[in-house]
């Protein structure tokens, strides 16, 4: 936007990240961004110098709180010149899923008050994480009911390579995830991880793991 001008010094730091980054001064309005946070955003910085944060990161917390709001953690410790934690949030994107990423802020102690945030992508961390909490929580749950497992059901045979997707669902991993590490296409690791829920009669990925877990098959 037109007449923002963001300090050469504060432009500098930005455009240097190797990370996605983009300062803020202390109303919240971007004033630099860097390419690298173009290609995350998909937004280019035309778009995106002179708005407000909240109109265009829109960060939430893990209860989908607004964070990037008037009680901003990095407006309060512009404010207070105060060091600015760790966070972790939940941003939007044009066009695309949201994206969880891991924020480091940097407030510099010159110019005029601004902080400089560089971020992490780290959706695939995150919602293999929270894959494994809920395969832990399913797995908890079966053993409270049946603590023997089942009995009269019939064996499961899986191929040596269907052994290795399921340990790697189970672990979390994307099917894109999978495919890079067996160096085969996504396509076949649908296939494969279809053929598991088949032979495990179950109706989800997260169903299957559970059920492994429960046959003692991981």
Request: net charge positive.
């Amino acid at each position: 936007m037109e007449g923002i001008r963001a300090p050469a010094d504060i432009v500098a730091l930005v455009e240097g990240a190797g990370d996605p980054a983009f300062a803020v001064d202390a109303t919240r309005t971007i004033i630099a961004w860097n390419r690298a946070a173009e290609k995350l955003f998909s937004l280019p910085a035309v778009e995106v110098v002179g708005r407000n944060c909240s109109q265009v990161v829109a960060g939430r917390d893990a209860r989908g709180r607004p964070v990037c709001n008037t009680l901003c953690p990095a407006l309060v410790a512009i404010q207070r010149r105060e060091p600015l934690g760790p966070m972790e949030l939940q941003v939007d994107r044009r066009n695309g899923a949201p994206l969880w990423v891991a924020v480091s802020s940097i407030i510099p102690t010159n110019g005029g008050p601004c902080v400089v945030h560089i971020l992490r992508d780290i959706t695939e961390e995150h919602h293999r994480k929270s894959f494994v909490q809920q395969v832990l929580q399913g797995a908890i749950a079966l053993s409270s009911s049946d603590p023997d497992g089942p009995t009269d059901s019939a064996p499961v045979v899986l191929s040596p390579r269907q052994n290795t997707i399921l340990k790697l669902l189970a672990s979390g991993a994307s099917t894109r995830a999978i495919a890079r590490t067996l160096g085969i296409s996504p396509a076949t690791v649908r296939n494969h991880i279809q053929q598991i829920m088949v032979a495990l009669q179950a109706h989800s990925r997260l169903e299957a793991v559970v059920q492994a877990l429960q046959r003692r098959l991981l």
